[in-house]
């Protein structure tokens, strides 16, 4: 059974409990719900993986408090200190060397050197990894591969019956999940884009390179295909076809069967506070109506449209 939990008092008192039991417990954050384990024990970072069925190789961001509580953890230079000052609380995520005294176990950041921290909004998740008072491990709570959740009702969907409980913060406000740039090195690697723009990193510290693209390092543990629903994809489409459901995006859609609109003002904020939850609706709409795919409009790649064409390009791959 999962238990639902209120944001206030009570719930947030459960919800550290479990974690500190070592249980699994999800809770909004700005960009999408994560499925929180305590990243200082071995056992529960186990249950986390077991219950996404997430592979071994691909590590997890630890939730903190605040920057100090952080830090205490990897070793932040210069750069990690301004970023952590400019957007955090936000969505966020840096990969720093571990530092001495840092107590995410190895299980946590699939045995790298390394570890990915992030300060998120919300002032019952920040009331939550207070009382916890270790770093909280949290990927998405979807199963692995699948749509990623901004409502707790799309967390019981998924992991409903697998972990101890869902702490209801509300539906997420970005929507899409945190920027994670990687700091190990002299340059600045983007490897997930993210909430946070690329072009506003860089204004800050300079220089930042794409995963991939423009720097020879790739990201352990994302995959080509993911956040996939039930039917396939079909990307940059000008018009449904007659068995298509459409993902719209801006003021003049082309008629459709079905239909979901991001964003009908055209706001890639907006879009990006929708993507998922539309993606999940209008998989299970399309497939009741015995639609056989969804064509997805062209979407602006500037600011955080970036981060939506990354979700959509690896919806719509091929499935392993
Ligand atoms: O917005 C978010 O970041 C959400 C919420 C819950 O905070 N979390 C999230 O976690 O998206 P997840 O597990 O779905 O994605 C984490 C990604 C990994 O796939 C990996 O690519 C990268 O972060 N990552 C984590 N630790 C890393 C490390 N030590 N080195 C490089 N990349 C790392
Ligand atoms: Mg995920």
């Given at each position: 059974?999962?238990?639902?939990?209120?944001?206030?008092?009570?719930?947030?008192?459960?919800?550290?409990?479990?974690?500190?039991?070592?249980?699994?417990?999800?809770?909004?954050?700005e960009?999408?719900?994560?499925?929180?384990?305590?990243?200082?024990?071995?056992e529960?970072?186990?249950?986390?993986?077991?219950?996404?069925?997430?592979?071994?190789?691909?590590?997890?961001?630890?939730?903190?408090?605040?920057?100090?509580?952080?830090?205490?953890?990897?070793?932040?230079?210069?750069?990690?200190r301004?970023?952590a000052?400019?957007?955090?609380?936000?969505?966020?995520?840096?990969?720093l060397p571990?530092g001495?005294?840092?107590?995410?176990?190895?299980?946590?950041?699939?045995?790298?050197?390394?570890?990915a921290?992030?300060?998120?909004?919300?002032?019952?998740?920040?009331?939550?990894l207070?009382?916890?008072g270790?770093?909280?491990?949290?990927?998405?709570?979807?199963?692995?591969?699948?749509?990623?959740?901004?409502?707790?009702a799309?967390?019981?969907?998924?992991?409903g019956?697998?972990?101890?409980?869902?702490l209801?913060?509300?539906p997420?406000?970005?929507?899409?999940?945190?920027s994670?740039?990687?700091?190990?090195?002299?340059?600045?690697?983007?490897?997930?884009?993210g909430?946070i723009a690329?072009?506003?990193?860089?204004?800050?510290?300079?220089?930042?390179r794409?995963?991939?693209?423009?720097?020879?390092?790739?990201?352990?543990?994302?995959?080509?295909?993911?956040?996939?629903?039930?039917?396939p994809?079909?990307?940059?489409?000008?018009?449904?076809?007659?068995?298509?459901?459409?993902?719209?995006?801006?003021?003049?859609?082309?008629?459709?069967?079905?239909?979901?609109?991001?964003s009908?003002?055209?706001?890639l904020?907006?879009?990006?506070?929708?993507?998922?939850?539309a993606?999940?609706?209008?998989?299970?709409?399309?497939?009741?109506r015995?639609?056989?795919?969804?064509?997805?409009?062209?979407?602006?790649?500037?600011?955080?449209?970036?981060?939506?064409?990354?979700?959509?390009?690896?919806?719509a791959?091929?499935?392993?």
């Open positions: 059974m999962t238990r639902v939990l209120q944001p206030d008092a009570a719930g947030i008192a459960d919800a550290a409990a479990i974690l500190r039991a070592g249980g699994l417990a999800a809770f909004g954050t960009t999408v719900y994560g499925l929180g384990a305590d990243a200082t024990q071995p529960a970072i186990a249950r986390l993986y077991a219950a996404k069925g997430r592979p071994a190789h691909n590590p997890l961001i630890s939730h903190f408090a605040d920057a100090d509580a952080a830090f205490a953890h990897v070793l932040a230079d210069a750069r990690a301004l970023l000052a400019q957007f955090w609380p936000g969505p966020l995520t840096l990969v571990m001495e005294a840092g107590a995410i176990v190895p299980a946590a950041r699939a045995g790298l050197p390394s570890a921290v992030r300060v998120p909004q919300g002032a019952a998740l920040q009331s939550l207070r009382a916890v270790r770093p909280v491990a949290a990927p998405s709570a979807n199963r692995s591969g699948h749509v990623s959740p901004t409502t707790a799309h967390v019981l969907a998924d992991l019956g697998r972990i101890d409980a869902v209801d913060t509300g997420c406000a970005v929507g899409v999940e945190s994670v740039l990687d700091l190990t090195g002299d340059a600045a690697v983007l490897l997930r884009p909430g690329r072009e506003t990193l860089s204004a800050l510290i300079g220089p930042v794409l995963a991939g693209k423009d720097a020879g390092i790739t990201a352990p543990g994302m995959l080509a295909s993911h956040y996939a629903p039930v039917l994809l079909r990307l940059q489409a000008a018009r449904p076809a007659a068995d298509e459901a459409l993902l719209a995006f801006g003021p003049a859609p082309p008629p459709a069967a079905l239909m979901r609109n991001l009908a003002r055209g706001d904020e907006e879009a990006a506070h929708n993507l998922f939850a993606l999940r609706a209008l998989d299970q709409e399309a497939r009741a015995g639609l056989r795919g969804i064509a997805v409009m062209p979407i602006p790649e500037s600011g955080i449209g970036a981060a939506l064409q990354d979700r959509l390009t690896r919806a791959a091929p499935r392993g």
